[in-house]
């Protein structure tokens, strides 16, 4: 069965997101070395699953950015990927922006999730989306955690883990540390 992973990038005190939703900050220590983790994680999946909000965002950023002089030629394979592989996206908006490969639905997360995982292919990566991860973080269909943590604290803003009902025990199996102070934690869920 393929696995569902959620890759979240969090401060040190485990916020996913500012008071009023900022992320400039985990903006601020992405690196080369980040990117090259971040597409090690992408070569492994084969489908993108997204909140509405997050997927506005990434909409209006990766089928366009890569045609800027600016961008770092070490992020088109990034963006490749993000273009061309299949996002799923939670949303009852019936009006977001057109992305290469995207599906909405209305279905409710888990049930999509387990239809997903029991179909032929690579990994699943939900992006992001705190809302979503939150709800299928309760459905208990998660086998893996990669947390990009910040040498930042917020204070505020929104918890990645604010809704856990039960214990939950993880397995770390990779660490790595980046030179911008950020660390990547693999977790799998025990079951």
Not at 48 to 63: D, F, H, V
Request: aromatic residues 10%; neutral net charge.
């Amino acid at each position: 069965m393929r696995k569902l992973i959620i890759s979240m990038n969090l401060s040190l005190d485990g916020y996913l997101s500012g008071p009023r939703g900022e992320l400039h900050w985990h903006f601020e220590s992405w690196d080369e070395e980040m990117g090259t983790r971040l597409l090690e994680q992408l070569d492994e999946a084969d489908t993108i699953l997204l909140g509405r909000n997050t997927y506005e965002a990434m909409s209006g950023y990766w089928p366009v950015r890569p045609c800027a002089s600016d961008f770092p030629r070490q992020d088109l394979a990034i963006a490749d990927r993000m273009n061309n592989y299949r996002k799923i996206v939670f949303t009852r908006s019936k009006t977001i922006p057109a992305w290469n490969n995207s599906t909405f639905t209305e279905a409710e997360p888990g049930e999509e999730i387990l239809h997903l995982k029991k179909k032929t292919g690579k990994n699943i990566i939900l992006y992001g989306s705190g809302r979503l991860a939150s709800a299928i973080i309760q459905s208990g269909l998660v086998d893996e955690y990669l947390l990009w943590v910040h040498p930042v604290l917020l204070g505020n803003g929104r918890l990645l883990f604010n809704n856990i009902s039960e214990r939950v025990h993880l397995k770390l199996f990779r660490s790595v540390p980046f030179k911008s102070g950020v660390a990547a934690f693999s977790f799998e869920v025990l079951r």
